[in-house]
Nanobody
Framework: QVQLVESGGGLVQPGGSLRLSCAAS????????MDWYRQAPGKQRELVAA???????NYANSVKGRFTISRDNGKATVYLQMNSLKPEDTAVYYC????????WGQGTQVTVSS
């Protein structure tokens, strides 16, 4: 079955950095577009970044220039490097892919606070 397992979340001060990882199994990873979403308390889940099979990327305006999505097909893992973190980046971050239907990871908490 499809499994997406996120890691790398935590508490960081404003201006700090974190790198999230999402290890995928049960899919042909190299043929899959992979996304990162986030959901803050009381808000809708929103797309943060996406990377296609060819390595093309797309970012939410709020994270452009600060976040970088990348993938390692050999490890079936997608990454989200987050720099210059702000308190408004605080959310649960989810890995996502579509394989006929939507698949989500369990989420990893990112808290940006002094």
């Amino acid at each position: 079955q499809v499994q997406l397992v996120e890691s790398g979340g935590g508490l960081v001060q404003p201006g700090g950095s974190l790198r999230l990882s999402c290890a995928a199994s049960g899919i042909i990873f190299s043929l899959s577009t992979m996304d990162w979403y986030r959901q803050a308390p009381g808000k809708q889940r929103e797309l943060v970044a996406a990377i296609t099979t060819g390595g093309n990327t797309n970012y939410a305006n709020s994270v452009k220039g600060r976040f970088t999505i990348s993938r390692d097909n050999g490890k079936a893992t997608v990454y989200l490097q987050m720099n210059s973190l702000k308190p408004e980046d605080t959310a649960v971050y989810y890995c996502h892919t579509v394989q006929i239907r939507d698949y989500w990871g369990q989420g990893t908490q990112v808290t940006v606070s002094s």
